[in-house]
């Protein structure tokens, strides 16, 4: 059924005394959506830094397949190749906008960035293109000039998604992309990822606390405590039938997921 | 002729971490064959596993021993083996599963809901809502409701938009927990003329039908399930 | 004894061009590096000189460093030869360094400047040293300098497109008249000093060294003569120099830059070059 787009195997990093990854194994397929979920502390976003490369881990190997399948050891890229890599083939969804958007410039500019990076240098091209993608993530096109901050959580949410997908990207890590947000926003953002995730047959890795979230949107899910994948498969599985203390607790903590 | 569905030697049990770590086996040395053409009505006493097994067949609940055969492109699968993604294949492609809840999904619509699958597999998306907008018709779903989330859709209604979610991409292998469970009797005559259609093009049903009078109608035979004796 | 050292001779007091020969000999090595890699900021150990930042401390360090007995020197301010800034200047390395002096263009090896390319086009062999606020072009784009220098080392300029993306979207155009960043040799985006767009494309492929010097921010950097030097821009946006559409009220020249002046209390305005000099030769003067 194909090569994994990207595969991880034994990854071990501490901080100090803790064991953020304790021989983390995970691995993603093209068109696969993932969730990492835990409690804080459980090391799934410093997992997630590390299969984006942007946290080197003391020991294990990430690899990432590219389009025309040839391997590459995330690690052992350049800067430059790893740059390449985060605004061509990959994408970043912070939980905080702030991360993930430039404040002081346009909608416009924050999505378009991309494509000028790329090396698009037709501004009726980039417009054109951004505002297209304001209207899939169900920004108001018009609004294309406006800054950041003009817009409400959620919408600065889609617009660093926007940002993120306008290059067409194979894998996008999120990191608690709904978190921080009213309840009714982040079923609409959930809806609204769900479909551009499948429509565009993105890979996905995204980490939450969110239980329903998980439910919603992964095909798969892995349970990460103290660093290590404690239970990991099919998503309906996971929730439904779920084999490890840890796992059972964290499902039964969620009121009607 | 081979088998759609082959459960061999199931085991399943739940060990209730929260609780204590109390332990209890639901299926032990589950055997089923489901022929293609054929409908197996599940039957036993309330508790003793019926929900268990069809949650095992669709893969929602993982098995602890025994396989669990399935015809799949061209070939056998064994689903109690299977890794995520080749339950979700077979999920695509060959096993369908009508429960008797709809997990609604915010903000897509009824007609969307049954078109999902279809588009799955593949189906251009204007065939596969019109292919969609006919089932839901067929289930008297009225049209003004076809393009609305079922969030706010009555029981059996939900229903209707399930049947139709489950039966419209022609699975080989249908799973049915209590399809007409809320349906008024014409509806239920719809779904027993479905499962008729669905027998007759070759698929295998298995279903857990509370309603005698449809599992009479529908059904080439009965499965019992007894429950476990508790070893002492 | 004449005590009283007379006014126009050298200063014996001080080094040849006032800059000791170790310091001038480090200040060219940072010249050659930067000619070497076209358009990259290179670090010098920039001295204390006797005007304040600002005025051109780093143009001055670095024509200190290349300047010869046999060299003849212009000093410009905005375009004009006739300013404080650029008299004082010329009048220090005439003292300190004894060197010939002039205002016409084509006569001069060395031309200092502030702010303006002279008109009449450049020769081999000629000099150009720019006086730089700012080095970085990144500046105003990313607050940190660690940063800036990542985005140079990996080429990565999106963010400079992007902020000619949000003056077109804003105003119709790109906003910079003047200091627009440029691509030099391909390779580096780089800051032409606050010169008007009107001056970028003489940048261009030119006969004639192009030294720039920060002397606040302690950076040096080059165009070597023929190298390419082009403006940021998009396609569909394609950078225009600009100039006020007016003639010389001096000289009637309708293709120099032009100064805007406020001619009577009424808010009359009047044109003029910003070239004196160019003024002057077009004049006949």
């Known amino acids: 059924m194909g090569a994994p787009l990207l595969e991880a195997a034994n990854l071990q990093l501490r901080f100090g005394a803790v064991r953020a990854l304790d021989g983390v194994d995970v691995e993603i397929f093209p068109g696969e959506v993932v969730a990492i979920v835990g409690e804080s502390g459980s090391g799934k976003s410093t997992l997630l830094r590390v299969l984006a490369g942007a946290m080197e881990p003391d020991a294990g190997r990430v690899l990432y397949r590219d389009a025309a399948g040839e391997a590459h050891d995330v690690q052992a890229l350049s800067e430059a190749g790893r740059r390449r890599l985060m605004r061509s083939d990959w994408g970043f969804v912070h939980q905080n906008a702030r991360d993930g958007l430039r404040m002081g410039i346009s909608a416009g500019g924050n999505i378009g960035e991309r494509l000028m990076a790329a090396g698009d240098r037709n501004y009726a091209h980039i417009r054109a293109e951004a505002a297209d993608w304001m209207g899939r993530v169900e920004m108001n096109p018009e609004r294309i000039d406006e800054p950041p901050k003009n817009f409400s959580g959620g919408m600065q949410q889609r617009l660093q998604i926007a940002r993120c997908l306008v290059t067409n990207p194979r894998l996008v890590f999120m990191d608690e992309p709904t978190g921080g947000l009213d309840v009714s926003v982040q079923a609409r953002l959930l809806d609204l990822i769900r479909g551009l995730v499948a429509q565009l047959g993105l890979a996905v890795f995204f980490v939450t606390h969110d239980i329903g979230a998980a439910r919603l949107l992964a095909h798969r899910i892995v349970v990460m405590r103290h660093g290590r994948i404690v239970e990991e498969g099919l998503a309906d599985r996971v929730l439904d039938d779920p084999r490890h203390a840890y796992t059972q607790l964290l499902v039964s903590s969620v009121l009607a997921a | 002729m081979n088998a759609a569905l082959e459960v061999q030697a199931l085991n399943k049990g739940f060990t209730l971490h929260l609780q204590g770590g109390i332990g209890f086996q639901v299926l032990r040395g589950e055997a089923l064959t489901v022929m293609p053409g054929e409908c197996v009505a599940l039957t036993g006493p309330s508790g003793a596993g019926k929900s268990t097994l069809m949650r095992c067949l669709q893969g929602n609940y993982g098995a602890d021993a025994g396989r669990i055969m399935v015809a799949h492109r061209g070939g056998l699968a064994d689903l109690a083996a299977a890794d995520a993604r080749l339950v979700r294949e077979i999920r695509r492609e060959t096993l369908g599963y009508v429960s008797q809840f709809l997990r609604v999904i915010p903000r897509v619509s009824a007609r969307d809901v049954v078109a999902e699958p279809l588009i799955d597999r593949g189906m251009d998306p204007e065939a596969a809502r019109e292919h969609a907008t006919t089932l839901l018709t067929r289930l008297n779903l009225p049209p003004r409701l076809h393009g609305l989330p079922p969030a706010t859709f009555s029981g059996g209604e939900q229903q209707r938009v399930n049947l139709a979610r489950g039966f419209a991409p022609d699975y080989p292998i249908l799973l049915l927990d209590e399809p007409t469970a809320s349906l008024d009797a014409g509806n239920r005559e719809v779904v027993i003329g479905l499962i008729h259609e669905a027998k007759a093009r070759g698929a295998a049903l298995v279903g857990i039908f509370h309603d005698i009078e449809v599992r009479d109608r529908v059904a080439d035979r009965l499965h019992e399930i007894l429950p476990v004796e508790d070893a002492a | 004894m004449n005590a009283i050292t007379p006014r126009n001779a050298p200063e014996n007091a001080y080094n040849f061009a006032y800059l000791d020969e170790a310091t001038k000999r480090m200040i060219r090595r940072a010249i050659l590096k930067a000619i070497a890699i076209p358009g990259h900021q290179i670090p010098f150990g920039a001295r204390e000189m006797p005007l304040p930042y600002g005025w051109g401390t ?228």
């Open chain 3, 58 to 285: 780093g143009g001055i360090q670095v024509t200190a460093a290349i300047l010869g007995p046999r060299d003849v020197l212009k000093v410009i301010d905005q375009g004009a030869d006739d300013t404080t800034n650029a008299v004082s200047i010329r009048r220090f390395f005439a003292r300190v360094a004894n060197v010939q002096t002039t205002t016409r263009t084509g006569e001069a090896t060395i031309i200092q400047t502030r702010h303006r390319i002279p008109e009449r086009p450049l020769t081999e062999g000629q000099v150009m040293v720019f006086q730089v606020p700012m080095p970085e072009p990144l500046f105003r784009l990313e607050p940190r300098l660690a940063e800036t220098r990542r985005l140079h080392a990996l080429g990565d300029y999106s963010l400079a497109q992007v902020k000619l993306y949000e003056d077109i979207a804003k105003q119709g155009e790109s906003g910079s008249s003047y200091n627009h960043p440029v691509m030099v040799g391909g390779r580096y985006l780089m800051s032409p000093s606050p010169i008007p767009g009107f001056d970028n494309p003489k940048l261009h492929n030119s006969p004639a060294l192009m030294l720039f010097g920060a002397g606040r921010e302690k950076k040096i950097y080059a165009v070597p003569p023929y190298t390419t030097v082009e403006s940021l821009d998009f396609e569909d946006h394609p950078f225009r120099p600009v100039r006020a559409p007016q003639r010389c009220s001096a000289c009637g020249s309708a293709t120099s830059y032009l100064d805007e002046i406020i001619a009577d209390d009424k808010g009359g305005r009047i044109f003029v070059c910003s070239d004196t000099d160019h003024c002057a030769e077009t004049q006949g003067l």
